[in-house]
């Protein structure tokens, strides 16, 4: 029998965030569960407060007759509410954050919102009018008007948030379009005259026979109680979406509940389309368009049960169905996955825990599974399913790779090699579309020779070294000229003048930017119409998506972008992929570089072909011998994970080994230095008294080290990494580091703890 438990005291104080052991009265034993609200005497006077227990103990933490007793327990937190409640403390013992921070993640504030009538647009005219009315709108050049009834000419009728959100009319035009009596608004009774929405080869897909098998195994599964996470590894268009919506249909059947988590940048019209046209208003999305009232809004709605399915970003991972039974995790190698603030939890491993929690199933699916995924699927830890065929026709595209030196050496100084500007004309004679891709993460800071290829790595940490322009060394003097750092250990060098390799003064970065490519199209290929997407050009919140629709109405040849690796956007008349550099990702001073480069070749390549016509994409490289390169022309997933995996095992990297990234900032950079030199003596204290166990290696501590950016709006950061296989002795090293600096009068610096970060700082 459990007599005591942890309770977390409901005060915002830094003091007192952390659980306190009490005895529950014998009255309350075998009722209380974690995340219940209680009442405890608490500090001096025993004044009552209210508290959350987040956990059951046999054992007293402390001497029993040192502890106070629970006084009494409130019932007004539901279930789901508990569950997400204990899942914050999971949270914050994992990755280290405040338990406030963690229970404002799971349960935002509540906001009083007018309960909005959930409203739908269908149509108000019979087939024949609205057509006539449609090219009305397009003569007059009413775009929204337009785009709005083509698309209830499909339809029927839509979600007025999908109208708004995703089709990007606004409230006006559609009432203005009602007025009219064009369209009816809250129709609940039927559109007066029911046009047919045109079957688009039918709704409802009949699956085929790996999906079919997929589908039946995991709800097989699931009925038997076995609740094994499943990974579908299945290139894009594979059908992996299609598997979702009939395991939802099957999860509906049972009475149960499912969250959809899908990047942001993937919740597109079209992907949303198929889900409201599967679940109708069963189903509902959150995403970073909606206020907090219509998130709340939301999340009341799945609490009583008028929706089963909520499709959303990392965060919609905390609605609180009453009865969930699957959460399904779509592009689960997304580095979105990963919060950025505090608790800066993974949505991948909090949906594991929530799923335990609450007797669900995850789902996860990917055309190229994140390492640590694949690696726990081939040791047997998620059930691994595979989808090999593109459903929808199309074939793999051809796959070409260009040697940028060459191209050089050629005296071909554009941007563009012989091979793609030859494929770009073939496109623009034919009348078929070509996306350029810019890969510009990793832009800051990194040099290579444009000659040879080579690329300055740390002798210690074989991740590529990184220019800072003004690094300074800790108690050195400001250098004028460039340094190379490497932000893992420390390490500098003076930015070589030429190559080391070959002798070249081509050691410079890659400095063009999409505007500048653009400019180069139109002056070989004057008639050529451009589309530019990058951050300049998506300011504004839906810009993004305009951009993206333009380029699907074919308003433009050439789409020129550095995000536009999209999914749930199918443009059938692409035929062409061409990356600009695929090697800027691998220049990041990051040991994901290579799976981040192999990921985006990947998925750009998938883009090309999705139509009848076959797909080519050319990928132009100033290292054609690096194996991500290789493995993604040859689309060979396998192949790069073996050889990832070498490397990760070799240097104890994720998901070899675990890491902790602990951050310091402060205004005065002698004390972020001073602070970071005092998480690593603690952390080196603590790997000092480690017992050696067998082979397994013991805790390493690396740094402390200034941050890639060293400094943001003048505040300095410093870190500090610490390795090992074990996750939990990573945990003790936070909980080391959270105690001490507990105990400190004014601790010195601001402190994160980032747990397997993914992405360099
Ligand atoms: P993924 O999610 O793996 O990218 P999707 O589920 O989006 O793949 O499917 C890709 C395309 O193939 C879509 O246009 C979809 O409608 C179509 N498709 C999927 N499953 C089937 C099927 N069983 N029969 C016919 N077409 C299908
Ligand atoms: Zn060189
Ligand atoms: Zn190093």
Not at 138 to 165: D, I, M, N
Not at 529 to 551: G, H, N, P, Q, W
Not at 730 to 753: D, I, M, S, Y
Request: glycine share 8%; net charge positive; hydrophobic share 35%.
């Amino acid at each position: 029998m459990n007599r005591f438990a942890n309770v977390i005291v409901d005060i915002s104080h830094e003091k007192v965030d952390r659980p306190f052991g009490y005895k529950i009265p014998p009255a309350l034993q075998g009722v209380l569960q974690p995340g219940m609200r209680v009442q405890i005497p608490f500090g001096k006077g025993d004044r009552l407060r209210t508290g959350y227990v987040i956990e059951l103990l046999e054992v007293a933490p402390f001497p029993e007759e040192r502890m106070k007793e629970i006084a009494s327990a409130l019932t007004d937190v539901s279930q789901p509410q508990q569950r997400l409640i204990a899942l914050a403390a999971w949270m914050k013992e994992q990755y280290g954050s405040t338990m406030i921070a963690a229970l404002r993640t799971v349960l935002p504030a509540r906001q009083r919102v007018a309960h909005k009538e959930k409203r739908r647009i269908a149509l108000g005219l019979c087939g024949q009018e609205a057509e006539e009315r449609l090219l009305f709108y397009e003569k007059k050049h009413q775009t929204a008007r337009a785009r709005l009834l083509r698309e209830l000419l499909q339809e029927g009728e839509l979600p007025w948030e999908l109208v708004v959100h995703k089709l990007h009319v606004t409230a006006q035009t559609i009432r203005g379009m009602q007025k009219d009596g064009v369209i009816c608004l809250n129709s609940e009774r039927l559109y007066r005259n029911p046009v047919k929405p045109t079957e688009g080869g039918g709704y409802r897909k009949e699956l085929s026979a790996a999906q079919q098998f997929i589908a039946d195994r995991i709800l097989e599964d699931f009925d038997e109680g076995r609740r094994k996470p499943c990974l579908i590894h299945g290139i894009t268009g594979s059908g992996k979406t299609e598997v979702y919506l009939a395991l939802i249909e099957g999860m509906i059947k049972r009475g149960k509940q499912a969250i959809v988590l899908i990047p942001e940048i993937a919740l597109t019209y079209q992907t949303l389309l198929r889900f409201y046209r599967h679940f109708k208003d069963r189903v509902s999305v959150i995403n970073s368009t909606l206020s907090q009232g219509e998130k709340q809004d939301q999340r009341e709605r799945a609490y009583k049960g008028e929706i089963d399915v909520i499709i959303g970003p990392r965060s919609a991972l905390f609605t609180p169905f009453p009865d969930l039974g699957m959460i399904i995790i779509d592009e689960e190698h997304e580095n979105s996955y990963k919060s950025e603030t505090m608790p800066k939890y993974h949505a991948r491993e909090t949906a594991l825990e929530l799923a335990r929690l609450c007797g669900a199933v995850v789902v996860m699916g990917s055309a190229t599974p994140s390492l640590e995924s694949y690696d726990r699927a081939k040791k047997g830890e998620f059930s691994l399913y595979t989808l090999r065929e593109r459903l929808a026709g199309g074939q793999l595209p051809q796959v070409y790779v260009e040697d940028l030196r060459r191209e050089l050496r050629g005296g071909n100084r554009t941007i563009f090699s012989k091979r793609l500007q030859e494929k770009l004309g073939e496109r623009l004679e034919r009348g078929e579309q070509a996306m350029l891709f810019l890969n510009r993460r990793g832009y800051a800071g990194f040099v290579s020779c444009r000659f040879c290829g080579y690329v300055c790595k740390c002798p210690h940490c074989s991740v590529s070294l990184s220019e800072h322009r003004k690094m300074r060394a800790p108690g050195a003097k400001y250098q004028e000229n460039g340094l190379l750092v490497c932000h893992y250990c420390g390490y500098t060098q003076p930015l070589p003048q030429v190559c080391p390799h070959c002798g070249s003064r081509y050691i410079l970065g890659f400095r063009a930017g999409t505007q500048q490519i653009a400019e180069q199209i139109g002056r070989l290929f004057p008639a050529a119409r451009v589309l530019r997407m990058d951050a300049d050009t998506t300011r504004t919140k839906d810009s993004y998506e305009k951009i993206l629709s333009a380029f699907a109405n074919r308003e433009a040849d050439v789409l020129v972008g550095t995000q536009m690796i999209v999914k749930g956007h199918d443009f059938p008349n692409v035929t062409l992929v061409g990356i600009l550099a695929a090697d800027l990702s691998l220049s990041l001073g990051d040991y994901r570089a290579a799976e981040r480069t192999f990921q985006l070749l990947t998925q750009a390549a998938g883009r090309a072909g999705r139509g009848e016509r076959p797909g080519e994409v050319v990928i132009q490289t100033y290292q054609p011998e690096h194996y991500s390169i290789r493995y993604a022309a040859a689309q060979d997933y396998e192949g790069f994970f073996e050889e990832e995996m070498t490397y990760r095992r070799l240097l104890s990297y994720p998901p070899a080994s675990h890491i902790l990234a602990v951050q310091l900032s402060a205004e005065k950079e002698q004390e972020a230095m001073e602070a970071a030199g005092d998480v690593a003596r603690t952390a080196r204290e603590l790997a000092a008294q480690e017992t050696p166990t067998g082979p397994l290696p013991q805790t390493v501590v690396i740094g402390p080290a200034p941050a890639l950016i060293e400094k943001i709006n003048d505040v300095y950061r410093y870190g500090v990494y610490i390795k090992n296989r074990d996750y939990r002795k990573l945990v003790a090293v936070k909980n080391a580091v959270e105690k001490e600096r507990a105990g400190q009068e004014r601790p010195k610096a601001n402190c994160q703890f980032d747990f397997d970060p993914v992405s360099a700082y």
